[in-house]
């Protein structure tokens, strides 16, 4: 049996530190409410629609759920979807290179494979690898908000949301503008965007496009990128019908990315999606049907200067159908959905290969007493050779008052094997077409307040693990090789805190700030290999973040992360951001690892130091 080893004197008087202010806060909430909050009852301007079948205001949630808005977006030291990812409570980004040029996500200790990822509740995790689940077809000013599930999501979204589900989505109900950015930085960084924003009563139509390059912050990690999307929108006052189109197109050096033997290795990611989604309200039913393509092209190759010694080419598409029925009754909301899609890859090194899913799912949202709510539901789905696997879940929540509620939630995940886990095959990595699909259990207890101006929540949760599939060695000599390694379990603990005084109604001019807190061990009870994935993750993450104005249009952000991940020396990271703001045009200076912290998120491979990049926005 392999665990964590003790933390470090200095890392327990910074959990002490952080521990106690979240306690001094959290107690601040429950008795130190200003006339102002006195009986109000305070809710998100959205609706939450990832931590249920059926779209959930603050007040009824009760699963555990972060979001991140447009004033994160604006204000953040954040150029890339991938970048602003970094700042969310429970969820961990880890790059390879800069910028979102390839990156993984791992929500509460979960590998990039359990982490799906959705577009407006299309699901575009990649069946051949999760390292492209990232790569999409979308820029970050597309991006209206993203809602961020911690923990079991299968029953919900069926395969691949095994630790955590994340949501993007995208901007609607925007008025006519035309948008334009330029920004230049260091290690030759040039990029631009411009985007276009259209509506009247009935339609709206949004079309965007960004390039961006760098010739790489050391050998081989030089980049460029090119982005477009275009989303229209038909609304009638009970239907609306949305057409959705991305494409990116990446290609990168890829210094050491999958391989330490290999200093030049390259790749080129192409990703198409295409999606047509439809809602209706009926009286008490509301109904939804979603159509999707996805296209996905991968040329990799092992050695720059040989190009044909060994190059793979990959080609996946997935396309599917998902439609849900809401029935609204005295009894409570009942959900009742079901999918089919299709997953097909043609591939050099992983052969011409296909798969077909099916699922249904069933959710049910019940109040009782007023203050409790109780949410049962249960995922069926099918998928060749593997036959039927069924994901129950309970979901618990009780309102306190002032606005303070709790909630419970346990639920089973499940995960299938990814094309490149079976067939792939190179001197560094072999697959196993014998895996089998990993399997765990997942318990939360929580609590959460949420005021008008300070907000915080806490929960505690644990993951027990089946089969559980890792690239794995004896010797450091030997090529990784994939098995159904272990059976581990991971316990942590997740504090955060917001005080925003800009949701009171006389802003008192001081920062907004948010304070985190993430703590994960593991327990391995079987399978004794060295780990490529499965047990690299960070014990301990504290992060800070601030934003405030400074009149006259200057405002400043800054974001502080501490972490100590198993194996590694902890990192403090710091990233800043200064913007003036007059009239419709912003001119900002951002920097990433202002300390100029020397790290790396995967192996050995360094991530850049200190980035200077400064930009020009101008809207019309």
């Not at 509740?121 to 790569?135: C, I, Y």
């Not at 995208?170 to 035309?178: G, P, Y």
């Not at 696997?389 to 709790?406: C, E, H, K, M, N």
């Not at 700030?513 to 327990?523: E, H, K, M, N, T």
Request: proline share 4%; net charge neutral.
């Amino acid at each position: 049996m392999a665990s964590d080893s003790p933390p470090t004197a200095r890392t327990l008087s910074l959990i002490l530190a952080i521990g106690a202010l979240t306690l001094a806060l959290c107690a601040w909430m429950s008795v130190h409410t200003s006339y102002a909050e006195e009986g109000a009852d305070y809710e998100l301007p959205e609706l939450i629609v990832t931590a249920s079948r059926i779209p959930s205001t603050f007040s009824e949630l009760t699963r555990s759920v972060t979001v991140l808005d447009r004033r994160d977006i604006e204000s953040g030291p954040a150029r890339t979807i991938v970048d602003l990812l970094r700042y969310a409570a429970g969820l961990e980004i880890r790059q390879r290179g800069a910028l979102g040029v390839q990156a993984d996500a791992s929500i509460r200790g979960c590998t990039f494979e359990q982490t799906l990822v959705l577009i407006d509740g299309t699901k575009v995790s990649d069946p051949q690898t999760g390292h492209h689940s990232l790569n999409l077809p979308l820029t970050l000013d597309d991006v209206e908000r993203i809602e961020i599930l911690r923990g079991h999501g299968s029953r919900l979204y069926g395969p691949n949301a095994f630790g955590g589900v994340i949501n993007i989505i995208t901007r609607t109900n925007q008025r006519e503008s035309v948008e334009l950015e330029a920004v230049a930085g260091g290690f030759g960084f040039a990029e631009g965007t411009v985007s276009l924003s259209l509506s009247d009563e009935r339609w709206s139509h949004r079309l965007s496009a960004s390039g961006r390059r760098s010739g790489g912050y050391r050998d081989h990690t030089d980049f460029r990128t090119v982005t477009g999307s275009y989303r229209a929108a038909l609304r009638t006052d009970r239907e609306t019908i949305t057409l959705s189109v991305g494409h990116t197109d990446k290609a990168f050096g890829a210094n050491g990315f999958y391989s330490d033997r290999f200093t030049n290795e390259w790749e080129r990611t192409i990703a198409t999606l295409l999606g047509v989604q439809a809602d209706l309200a009926r009286g008490d039913v509301q109904f939804s049907a979603n159509s999707y393509f996805r296209r996905h092209k991968d040329d990799f190759i092992l050695d720059r200067a040989r190009p044909e010694w060994f190059r793979n080419r990959h080609a996946t598409d997935l396309y599917g159908v998902e439609a849900q029925a809401i029935v609204s009754s005295e009894l409570g909301d009942t959900a009742v959905g079901g999918e089919v899609a299709r997953e097909v890859i043609r591939s050099e090194t992983l052969g011409d290969r296909s798969r077909v899913r099916g699922g249904l799912s069933f959710e049910h949202r019940a109040k009782l007493a007023r203050r409790a709510t109780l949410v049962p539901g249960a995922s069926a789905y099918w998928y060749p050779g593997w036959g039927w696997a069924v994901q129950p879940g309970l979901d618990v929540g009780l309102t306190l008052g002032r606005g303070v509620g709790i909630h419970a939630s346990v639920g089973r995940s499940f995960r299938v094997p990814t094309y490149t886990e079976l067939y792939y095959s190179s001197p560094a990595n072999m697959g196993n077409p014998d895996l089998v699909p990993e399997e765990a259990w997942a318990y939360e207890v929580g609590v959460r307040r949420q005021g008008q101006a300070l907000s915080g929540s806490a929960s505690v949760f644990r993951r027990e693990g089946r089969h559980l599939i890792d690239w794995v060695r004896a010797d450091p000599a030997d090529p990784w090789q994939v098995q159904n390694a272990a059976e581990t379990s991971f316990s942590g603990l997740e504090l955060a805190i917001d005080y925003d005084p800009q949701a009171r109604e006389r802003p008192v001019g001081i920062p907004r700030v948010r304070i985190g807190y993430d703590y994960l061990r593991a327990s391995r009870t079987s399978g004794q290999l060295r780990s490529k994935y499965l047990l690299d993750h960070l014990r301990h993450r504290i992060s800070l973040g601030a934003t405030q104005g400074l009149g006259r249009g200057l405002e400043h952000a800054w974001h502080l992360r501490y972490r100590e991940r198993v194996g590694v020396k902890s990192q403090i990271l710091l990233d800043a951001k200064v913007s003036w703001t007059r009239g419709r045009t912003v001119t900002f200076v951002e920097v990433t690892n202002l300390l100029d912290t020397s790290y790396a998120d995967i192996g050995s491979i360094r991530m850049p130091g200190r980035w200077v990049m400064a930009g020009l926005r101008v809207g019309m």
